[in-house]
T-cell receptor
Framework: DSGVTQTPKHLITATGQRVTLRCSPR?????VYWYQQSLDQGLQFLIQ???????AKGNILERFSAQQFPDLHSELNLSSLELGDSALYFC???????????????FGEGSRLTVL | AQKVTQAQTEISVVEKEDVTLDCVYE???????LFWYKQPPSGELVFLIR??????QNEISGRYSWNFQKSTSSFNFTITASQVVDSAVYFC????????????FGPGTRLSVLP
């Protein structure tokens, strides 16, 4: 158990809909990262937050947005969903925003999104 | 831009065989960090090892060993005497800079260890 909690574990929805994925980082971790894992794209970095502020942005679509709240949990919002958005969405946390320099990323079990 | 290549998409071995998973990276930074993660069938990502660019010493942890060679930009992972429980997708990852930003994963290698 990494200590990172993601909900829901599974989600099935229709094209055009909007969903919210939630992540609670490990206790004490200030930074949250979101990754998308699809069959043809591998693990793609979406966005990172550190202590409530956006720290880095990857290949995140404009239809997607995220935020980190004062209690450090994070939400990833996916809107106008398309079939190609079906993927496993991982959240990871690290104690600071320097995951590579100071240690590892701790990953949650992921939220599997299926868009029909 | 940074890049991680894992040329082996899938590997199958028979239990007790040794297997090496290749990882080649590209970066312009002199300070960077390399990682290996394991993703078993259950789906979670499990940290295996972290290496910084200034430490080329190879590492052994039980049946696992890692060979870091800056001259060839490679960070290969060997499992000795493989076991069925080693079956998983293995990801090599790279983060750059003094702050370890831009954490990028390779495409992964699916390892199947057959009994």
């Amino acid at each position: 158990d990494s200590g990172v909690t993601q909900t829901p574990k599974h989600l099935i929805t229709a094209t055009g809909q909007r969903v919210t994925l939630r992540c609670s980082p490990r206790s004490g971790d200030l930074s949250v990262y979101w990754y998308q894992q699809s069959l043809d794209q591998g693990l793609q970095f979406l966005i990172q937050y550190y202590n409530g502020e956006e720290r880095a942005k990857g290949n995140i679509l404009e239809r997607f947005s995220a935020q980190q709240f004062p209690d450090l949990h994070s939400e990833l919002n996916l809107s106008s969903l398309e079939l190609g958005d079906s993927a496993l969405y991982f959240c990871a946390s690290s104690v600071d925003g320097l995951a590579g320099a100071t240690g590892e990323l701790f990953f949650g079990e992921g939220s599997r999104l299926t868009v029909l | 831009a940074q890049k991680v290549t894992q040329a082996q998409t899938e590997i199958s071995v028979v239990e007790k065989e040794d297997v090496t998973l290749d990882c080649v990276y590209e970066t312009r930074d002199t300070t960077y960090y390399l990682f290996w993660y394991k993703q078993p069938p259950s789906g979670e990502l499990v940290f295996l090892i972290r290496r910084n660019s200034f430490d080329e010493q190879n590492e052994i942890s039980g049946r696992y060993s890692w060979n870091f060679q800056k001259s060839t930009s490679s960070f290969n992972f060997t499992i000795t005497a493989s076991q069925v429980v080693d079956s998983a997708v293995y990801f090599c990852a790279l983060s750059e800079g003094n702050y370890g930003q831009n954490f990028v994963f390779g495409p992964g290698t699916r390892l199947s260890v057959l009994p």
